[in-house]
Each structure stands twice: as structure tokens, then as C-alpha cells.
């Protein structure tokens, strides 16, 4: 016989069914100031930490609801997908990661093209959605970003990119390094044409689409310590064998040596672009490209 047992039941936990009743991932942590942010304040702030403006990354949706007048667009090319012309695998095949993709993000592939107003001006917007693959981009990207700007031109509206790629995707090979070459010269078109052409970057923007339609705006804005590069940064110290600066590849160290424009705040980034688009002409109905000294002058009246 045993000398001790427990003859009466454990008390039951009210903590168990208390902790089911705050849903998961209510609370973020900010990655730079560490503090817990409630996520209804995050959304209601577009994503930006209200404590030390830390900018999340947003999804493609979510970016161009944030641009749009009332959220409000229409999308166009939805349908095209890629066939994995390659029949390409590495850890697993293209095909299996394409499936995995577009579940998760319920797109068919790495960026959605819309148009709509912003603040009244007729728009074509395309973004970019990380979630895919990294924001890679293959066929259908580049044919989707072609299309855009071919359709901004036949209605002589302005076109903004907002990139948030890792660049473009290997298990495509080559024929994702032609989309850098096929979206350059419809947006040479584009500024033949005397249409605006603005670039949104955000972390992180690197590789073949820093390399192409990333750097070729008109205005190339980008948001706050974004990293925008592109080859990586251990890549570059082992090829020139240098210790690379503070702050190397990030927005504000690139606008200060001329590779940017303008480092603009998630916030003010509609408005913004906005009074770009006017400035350039975007209101009289027929735009008119905006030449280097015209921009220069908009960049230093608004800093
Ligand atoms: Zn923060």
C-alpha cells in the first residue's frame, strides 16, 4: 500500500480556457524598438510601428488599397501563369513551390496590376508581393509589368512600380533575366511617350529589379531603411574584400549618394506621389514627362 496518494482531484485550471479566449498574434513585437504593438493600431497606421516608425512589410492588397482612393481598383492580367519552362528543381521542384505560393498568398504569381484613381488622378499601379516566392520575378512578372505600362500608354496615363523583390527568379533562368531587358524598353516607350513613370522602393528591392524598372523612374522614391541593392552585402565585402560602411544598401545612405531621390515615410508616400504626378503634368489630361531639372527642383521644395 502506498503511503501518500492523491485522494482528491487537482483544482481545474481556469487559465486554460481564460488564454483561449485572446486569439493568437493579436500583439506584434517591433522588430526594432522591441515594443509589443496592438495589430488593429499597426493596420489602422499602414503598417508602420506608431512607437518608433518602423515600417512592416505589406502585402501586394494591402499596398495598393493603401495608394488607391477608397481602396478602390481594377485588376488586370489576374489570370496569366507561368508553365515551369525549365521543369526546373533544386531542394523541390518549381512546380511544388508554385503551388505552395498560390495557396498562401492566393495569387497566380508575384505582382498585381491595377488601375484606379489616386487623389483623382487616373492611375496604373502594379505591386509586387514578397510572399511569392520573394518577389521574384519570372515570366509572368515581367509580361505582367509589360503589359502595365503598354496599357498606361495606349490611355496616356502614369505609371507607378512599387518593387519588393529579391530579384529575379533562378528556377527560371535565363528567361527571367530577359523580363529586366523587356520591362526597361516598354518604360523607354513609356518616356518617349512623355508619360510619368514613378518607382516605388521598399525593403527590399534587390538584384535584377534594382538592376532594371526599379532605378529607371522619373522620381525614384523609397521608404525608410529599406534595403535596396544589388548583389547582397557579404557578397560584395568578398569580391572587394572591404569592410562596407554603416547603413551601406539602406534608403537613406543611397539618397544621400544620389542614388535616390527621395526617402519618403509609408504615410505620406500617396500624397506624395500625388503632387509628383501633378507636378509632371498628370492633371492637364495629356502628362508631360518631367526633365532632370524639373525634378531636382520638386525633390529639394519638398525636403
Ligand atoms: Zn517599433
Redesign the pocket.
Known sequence: MAWFKKTRRRMASQTAEKRSRVPEGLWVK??????P?YKPDLESNLSV??????HFRMTATERLASLFDGGQYTEHFAKLRTNDPLGFTDTKPYQERLVKAREATGLEDAVIVASGKLEGLDVVIAAMEYAFIGGSMGVVVGEKLTRAVEMAFERRQPVVIVSCSGGARMMEGALSLMQMAKVSAALARLDRARLPYISILTDPTTGGVTASFAMLGDLNIAEPKALIGFAGPRVIEQTIRQKLPEGFQRSEFLAEHGMLDLVIDRRDLKATVARALRFMGAESGVPQGADDRSVAAMATSSS
Open positions: 517591433c522588430p526594432d524598438c522591441g515594443q504593438v510601428c506608431p512607437k518608433c516608425a518602423h
